[in-house]
C-alpha cells in the first residue's frame, strides 16, 4: 500500500486545518493509504485492519443470507479505521474536489471515534499496533499447536458477539466518586428508592432532613444522619452489608468466565488457549462501538462534509460536482433505510430545535399549539448541542430520544410494509404507517442487539455451564446452536446447558391488522459428548 | 393464447379433470410468458408501478468505501482462488478427522456463457455460527418492513416487486448474486471436487471412436543410442550379443562384465511415445422442464443440480462425455448450448412425454446406442397435464431398454405433495422393477445444497 502523493496530503492538511477551526477535534497525526483491488482483497476479509490475525475463515466467502450483520458487527469496506493514528483509504483516481469531499467525511468519522463515549475503551492504544503483537502470539502458537489454534478461535469467535462491552465501558466511564460515603449513596440511591420504594414527598424530606443534620452536626453529620435510620429501618445496615458484597463481584462475559473458571483450560497443556481467546476477545470489543453508531457516526460525517465542503473556498466551481456526489450519498430512498441521510437529517433537526431553545423546560410546560410552533429563544447553542450529542450517544439512543413527529412529517418519513399480493404474485409495497411511534420502533427492530446470555452458576449441576438467554420477543436462530454450543463445552470442557425461548405455533391474526399471535415454550439445550438434546421446560 | 395448447387442454379437459387439476392447467394455460432468454437488464416495471429491486439492505449495508468513493465488489482472480480450495478441503476432512463436523461447503456455480464457454463460479462458502437472533420466525408473508420517504397516504400501495424476480429468468444460483470475493474457475474444478461423491454407474463397454482424440504419453519405445531412460536389462542384452559375435566371450560358464567391449549403440534407451487411450463414452441427456409452473425455486434446485452432474462430467470423463440439451413444456426442443439450457424463461404448459419421445428420436435417428452409454437426467417440479402418464409412461419404458441409467428429479412445490410424475412412475412399477436403470430424487421447495449433492449421489450411485 503506497501514500497518498503530497500534492493530496497538503489537501488533506488544509482540510485538518477547516475542520479544527470549525470545532472538530482529533489527533493532529493521520495516515492515508491509496487502495487497489488487490490490496482490498486482502483487506477486507480483515475488516481494514492490515494486521489482523490470520484465520482461515478469512480466506473463505462467508455466507451472507443469514443475520450478516448480526453475526459480524463490523463493516468489512471501511474508509477509515479507529486505530491511532487513524488510518484511512482511497482510490488512486479521485479528482481533487472529490477528496475535499472524502477529507471532510473521514475527519468527522476521526472526530467521532476519538470523541464518543462509546469509543472510550479504544483511546489508550493503538489497535493496529496491539493486533500485529496478537498476530504474532497466534502465529507462533499455530507453528506449535497447529490446527488446534484455529479450533480454539472459532470455538471463541462462536461467543465474540456476547462480550461484556457495556460492562467494560461502564468501569470505564464512572462518574466521578463523590465525597460521600458509600452508605449515605446507597441510603438514598438504591435503599429509598429501590427497596423501599418510598414516595417522592417522603425522598425530599428525608433529604431536607440531612441538609439539617449537616447545618447542625457539620463533620459528625453522617453519625447523627444515620442513628435515626436505624431506628426508622432496622434492617438497614444488613442489606448494606449485603449489597457491598455484591457489588465486588463485577459481571463477566462468557469469554472471561471460561478463561477464569474452565477446568479444561486450567490444565497446563490448554493454558496457552488462555491467550489466544483473549486475543478474539479483545479484537471483538474494539469493534462493538462501530455498529451500535452507524446512524450517527455517518450522519456526523455526512452533517460535517456538507458544511465544510461548501465553506471552503479551494474547490469553487464544483459546486454541482458536489451536489451530485452529496445527493448519491445522503438522499432517503423511496424504501430503504440510509444511515447517512437519516442520521444526518437528524443532526440538522436536533441543531435546529436547539437553536431555538425547544429542547427547555420552558418550552416543555408550554401547551399552546400555536406559541410552541413559533416558540423561538435564538438560543445559538445548537452547534453546542449536537456536539453533546455525538460525545454521548449511541444510535439507540439518538434514534429513541430525538426522532419525533415533527421530524418524521416533516421529512415525509413513513414506515413501509411489504405484502404478499396473491393475484398478481408480488410484493407490494405500501406505507404503512407516518406515526412516529411505528417509525421508531421500526429503526430500533432494525438495529444491532446480540442476545443477553447470562451464566447461572446456581443452576449448573455436577460442573455443567448453564447458560440462560433472557428473552425479548425473538429466537435464537436454531441451526447454528448445535455447532456454538459445541464450541463452548470443548472449551468448558463439561456438558454445557442453554435454556432459551423457542416458537411453538403461530396462530393467524384475528383481525387484519393485528400481528399474529406466537406461543413461546422455554426450552433447555443440553450438550454432553457433542451430542445436542433439547427438552421443554 | 397458443392455439395448440388450447386444443391439448380440450383434449384433456374431455377426459376428465378433478378441479384442483383444472386449475392448475388453466393457469399454465393462460400464462402469456415465453422461452426466452433473459434481457440483459429485465423490464418488469409496468407503467404507473414503481418496481423495487428486493429490500434487503439494512443500515449497516451501507459503507464509506462505496457509497463515497465508489470502489465496489473487488474480482479475485483465478489463480488466487484455487491455492486455497484444496487446502481448505484437506481442513475440513481433518475437521471431521478431529471429531467437529465439517464447515466448508462448495457453492455458487455457474456463470453460463453463451458458445459453451461456461463459467464455474467455485466458492467455498462457510458460516461462522453464534447465538444471534433469529428474525425470521415469523411468517414471510406479513413481510418485513422498511423505511420510506415520500408522498402516500396511509395504507396506499407505492410500488411491488414480483416475488421471483431474479427466478423467473431460469437465472440459477451465481446470476446476479455474484459478490465481492467471488473466485472463477472452470466447470473443471468443480468437478474435481464433486469426484470425491460419485460416479457414473453401469459405465460399458462401448464403441470407441470418439477415444481416438485422446492419447497418453508413456515411456514405452526403445531407442538405440539415445534417449531418456537407459534400458539396463536390454542394453546388457545387447552387450552380450556383441561381445558374443566379435569373439570377445570364450567362456560361457565364466563370463567377466569387466571385459566386454561396449558399443556406443548397445545403449537401449527408453523414449516417450504417443498412446491411444480408449476410454467407454457416454452421451448425457439433459431434460428441464420449463413450464410455467416451473417458476422460482424450482427451477433453481433443478438447474443447479444438472449444472453439478454437468461439472463433474466435464471433469470426470475429461470431454469424453457429450451433453445434449432437452427443455420442454409442452413440445420439447432441443438446445445448443448450456447457456440456453440452463437461461431460458419459464412458461407454458406440462408435457413430460414431449420430451422422453424426442429423446427416443435422436437416440433412434443417430443410433447412438451402439456407441454411447446413455445417461438421461429430467427435471422438473412433478407437474404433468399427462396426469397418469399415459403417454410418459411408454416412452420412458423405451428410454430404459437402451439407457444405462436414467435420473428424474422432482423438485416439489412447497404446497404439493405427491405430485402426477411422481404418481405414475410409483404406480408404473418401473422404479422397483428396474432400480438398477431409473432412480428418483424427490426435492423440497427449500433443498440447500448439500441436499442436491445428496440427491445426485442418490440419481447415480
Excluded at chain 1, 457491598?244 to 486450567?266: A, V
Excluded at chain 1, 462493538?288 to 466551481?317: C, V
Excluded at chain 2, 482472480?77 to 466448508?104: M, V
Aim: charged content about 30%.
Amino acid at each position: 500500500m503506497e501514500l497518498i502523493d503530497q500534492h493530496t496530503k497538503k489537501i488533506m492538511e488544509g482540510c485538518k486545518e477547516r475542520a479544527l477551526n470549525a470545532g472538530l477535534r482529533f489527533q493532529d497525526e493521520t495516515l492515508e493509504y491509496i487502495v487497489t483491488n488487490r490490496d482490498l482483497l486482502e483487506l477486507s476479509p480483515k475488516l481494514m485492519i492490515p494486521t489482523l490475525y490470520d484465520y482461515w475463515v478469512h480466506e473463505v466467502e462467508v455466507l451472507k443470507e443469514k443475520g450478516r450483520y448480526e453475526l459480524y458487527p463490523s463493516n468489512p469496506y471501511e474508509t477509515v479505521i479507529n486505530t491511532r493514528p487513524a488510518i484511512s483509504f482511497y482510490n488512486d483516481n479521485n479528482p481533487d474536489w472529490l477528496n475535499v469531499l472524502i477529507f471532510y467525511h473521514v475527519l468527522a468519522h476521526i472526530d467521532f471515534f476519538q470523541n464518543n463515549m462509546y469509543f472510550r475503551h479504544t483511546w489508550d492504544y493503538d489497535f493496529t499496533g496491539q493486533a500485529l503483537s496478537d498476530k504474532r502470539v497466534i502465529a507462533k502458537l499455530r507453528s506449535e499447536k497447529g490446527r488446534w489454534v484455529d479450533y480454539v478461535i472459532e470455538f471463541t469467535r462462536g461467543m465474540d458477539n456476547l462480550v461484556g462491552y457495556h460492562e467494560d465501558l461502564s468501569r470505564l466511564n464512572r462518574p466521578r466518586a463523590t465525597n460521600l460515603s458509600k452508605r449515605l449513596d446507597f441510603y438514598f440511591d438504591v435503599f429509598l428508592q429501590s427497596v423501599k420504594k418510598v414516595k417522592i414527598n417522603n425522598y425530599i424530606k428525608e433529604i431536607e432532613r440531612y441538609n439539617d443534620c449537616v447545618n447542625k452536626d457539620g463533620e459528625r453529620v453522617e453519625k447523627s444522619f444515620f442513628s435515626e435510620v436505624r431506628r426508622k429501618y432496622p434492617e438497614f445496615n444488613a442489606i448494606f452489608k449485603k449489597s457491598l458484597k455484591e457489588k465486588s463481584e463485577h459481571k463477566i462475559d462468557l469469554i472471561q468466565y471460561l478463561i477464569e473458571h474452565s477446568d479444561f483450560l486450567r490444565k497446563d497443556e490448554n493454558e496457552w488457549m488462555k491467550s489466544v481467546m483473549q486475543v478474539v476477545r479483545k479484537t471483538s470489543l474494539f469493534f462493538q462501538p462501530q455498529i451500535r453508531t452507524k446512524i450517527m457516526n455517518e450522519g456526523w460525517a455526512s452533517y460535517w462534509h456538507e458544511k465544510l465542503f461548501l465553506q471552503d473556498d479551494r474547490i469553487r466551481g464544483h459546486e454541482v460536482d458536489f451536489a451530485r456526489a452529496h445527493a448519491g450519498v445522503t438522499s432517503l430512498p423511496r424504501v430503504g433505510l440510509n444511515p447517512y441521510a437519516l442520521g444526518m437529517r437528524i443532526f440538522y433537526y436536533i441543531e435546529e430545535i436547539a437553536d431555538k431553545g425547544k429542547y427547555s423546560i420552558e418550552f416543555k410546560r408550554l401547551l399552546d399549539a400555536d406559541k410552541r410552533e413559533k416558540f423561538d429563544a435564538e438560543t445559538g447553542q445548537g452547534q453546542d448541542f449536537i456536539f453533546k450529542i455525538r460525545e454521548n450517544l449511541s444510535d439507540f439512543l439518538f434514534v429513541n430520544t430525538f426522532v419525533d413527529q415533527d421530524f418524521v412529517t416533516r421529512n415525509r418519513l413513513f414506515v413501509a410494509g411489504r405484502r404478499l399480493n396473491k393475484a398478481k404474485m408480488v410484493w407490494e409495497f405500501y406505507v404503512k404507517s407516518r406515526k412516529v411511534e411505528d417509525y421508531r420502533k421500526m429503526l430500533l427492530d432494525t438495529l444491532y442487539h446480540p442476545p443477553y446470555i447470562e451464566i447461572d452458576p446456581e443452576k449448573g449441576k455436577n460442573n455443567t455451564l448453564y447458560l440462560v438467554h433472557r428473552f425479548e420477543g425473538k429466537p435464537l436462530v436454531k441451526e447454528f446452536i448445535a455447532n456454538t454450543m459445541m464450541g463452548i463445552e470443548y472449551l468448558w470442557g463439561s456438558p454445557v446447558q442453554l435454556e432459551t425461548s423457542e416458537v411453538v405455533s403461530t396462530s393467524p391474526p384475528k383481525e387484519e391488522t393485528k400481528e399474529p399471535e406466537i406461543k413461546w415454550q422455554r426450552v433447555l439445550y443440553t450438550i454432553d459428548n457433542r451430542k445436542l438434546s433439547k427438552k421443554n421446560i | 393464447m397458443d392455439p395448440k395448447r388450447l386444443k391439448l387442454y380440450d383434449e384433456i379437459k374431455k377426459r376428465g379433470l378433478t378441479a384442483e387439476r383444472d386449475q392448475k392447467i388453466l393457469s399454465e394455460l393462460y400464462d402469456e410468458g415465453t422461452h426466452d432468454l433473459p434481457d440483459a437488464l429485465p423490464d418488469i416495471g409496468r407503467a404507473g408501478i414503481e418496481t423495487f429491486s428486493p429490500v434487503s439492505d439494512s443500515i449497516y449495508a451501507y459503507n464509506d468505501l462505496s457509497s463515497l468513493q465508489g470502489i465496489t465488489a473487488l474480482q479475485s482472480t483465478y489463480n488466487i482462488s484455487l491455492r486455497p480450495l484444496d487446502e481448505l478441503l484437506e481442513k475440513d476432512k481433518q475437521r471431521e478427522k478431529d471429531g467437529f463436523p465439517r464447515k466448508i461447503n462448495v457453492g455458487r456455480l455457474i456463470k453460463p456463457g453463451k458458445g459453451g464457454k461456461d463459467k464455474v463460479v467455485v466458492v467455498p462458502t462457510t458460516v461462522e455460527e453464534k447465538f444471534i437472533h433469529d428474525s425470521a420466525f415469523r411468517p414471510p408473508e406479513e413481510g418485513g418492513q422498511s423505511g420510506g420517504t415520500g408522498e402516500g397516504e396511509e395504507g396506499e400501495v407505492i410500488g411491488e416487486q414480483p416475488v421471483r424476480a431474479p427466478d423467473a429468468s431460469g437465472a440459477g444460483p451465481g446470476e446476479g448474486e455474484s459478490g465481492p470475493h467471488e473466485m472463477e474457475s472452470n466447470a473443471y474444478d468443480l468437478g474435481k471436487i464433486l469426484t470425491e461423491k460419485f460416479e457414473l454407474p453401469n459405465l460399458k463397454d462401448k464403441g470407441k471412436k470418439r477415444s481416438l482424440t485422446r492419447y497418453t504419453y508413456d515411456l514405452t519405445d526403445k531407442h538405440r543410442g539415445f534417449g531418456q531412460l537407459l534400458d539396463k536389462k536390454a542394453t546388457l542384452r545387447k552387450i552380450v550379443e556383441t561381445n558374443i559375435s566379435l569373439g570377445n566371450l570364450p567362456d560361457i560358464g565364466n563370463i567377466d562384465p569387466t571385459r566386454f567391449l561396449v558399443s556406443p549403440s548397445d545403449k537401449v534407451f527408453r523414449i516417450l511415445s504417443r498412446e491411444m487411450d480408449y476410454e467407454s463414452q457416454a452421451m448425457v441427456f439433459f431434460l428441464r422442464d420449463y413450464s410455467g409452473s416451473m417458476a422460482g425455486r424450482s427451477t433453481v434446485l433443478v438447474a443447479t443440480q444438472h449444472v453439478l452432474i454437468y461439472s463433474w462430467l466435464v471433469y470426470q470423463y475429461a470431454m469424453q462425455v457429450e451433453t445434449r440439451f432437452i427443455l420442454h413444456d409442452t413440445e420439447a426442443n432441443e438446445v445448443q448450448d448450456f447457456y440456453t439450457y440452463y437461461n431460458s424463461k419459464v412458461a407454458g404448459g406440462t408435457k413430460v412425454y414431449s420430451a422422453y419421445r424426442l429423446v427416443n428420436e435422436i437416440v433412434e435417428r443417430e443410433n447412438l446406442v451402439q456407441d454411447y452409454n446413455i445417461y438421461v437426467f429430467h427435471g422438473t417440479d412433478g407437474d404433468d397435464w399427462d396426469t397418469d402418464g399415459k403417454e410418459a409412461i411408454p416412452e420412458l419404458k423405451k428410454m430404459l431398454t437402451y439407457s444405462n441409467r436414467v435420473g428424474i428429479t422432482i423438485a416439489e412445490h412447497a404446497l404439493s405433495h405427491d405430485t402426477e410424475v411422481q404418481k405414475y412412475l410409483k404406480a408404473s412399477g418401473l422404479l422397483t422393477e428396474k432400480p438398477d436403470l431409473i432412480r428418483l430424487d424427490v426435492l423440497q421447495e427449500d433443498a440447500d445444497e448439500p441436499r442436491l449433492i445428496e440427491g445426485i449421489k442418490k440419481l447415480i450411485s
